[in-house]
Nanobody, 114 residues
């Protein structure tokens, strides 16, 4: 079965850190551009970070402002999003997406309390 499973979300105070994981099965993450999205209540889903197929190029949304890092562990077939200096406005459901396969994960909730 082809799937992406996110984990690592939770409740954290402002300024805290979380590391989100996106474990893939049935597909190889190094064969795909991998993207983290997020969606806050009442808002549209937006791109947070993107990792190129060869793993050497990244893109971050403007609001990241150097706080997040996307990276992968090919041996574990897992993509990560390290999030530091979290803010209340980062509260959202976070989803990973395998662009080359058109596969979404189920999402993991991040809540940042002020």
């Amino acid at each position: 079965q082809v799937q992406l499973v996110e984990s690592g979300g939770g409740v954290v105070q402002t300024g805290g850190s979380l590391r989100l994981s996106c474990a893939a099965s049935g597909l190889t993450i190094s064969d795909s551009r991998m993207i983290w999205f997020r969606q806050a209540p009442g808002k549209e889903r937006e791109v947070v970070a993107r990792l190129s197929i060869d793993g050497t190029s990244t893109y971050y949304a403007n609001f990241v402002e150097g706080r997040f890092t996307i990276f992968r562990d090919s041996a574990k077939n897992t993509v990560y999003l390290q999030m530091n200096s979290l803010r209340p406005e980062d509260t959202a459901a976070y989803y990973c997406y395998a662009n080359s396969h058109g596969i979404w994960g189920q999402g993991t909730q991040v809540t940042v309390s002020s």
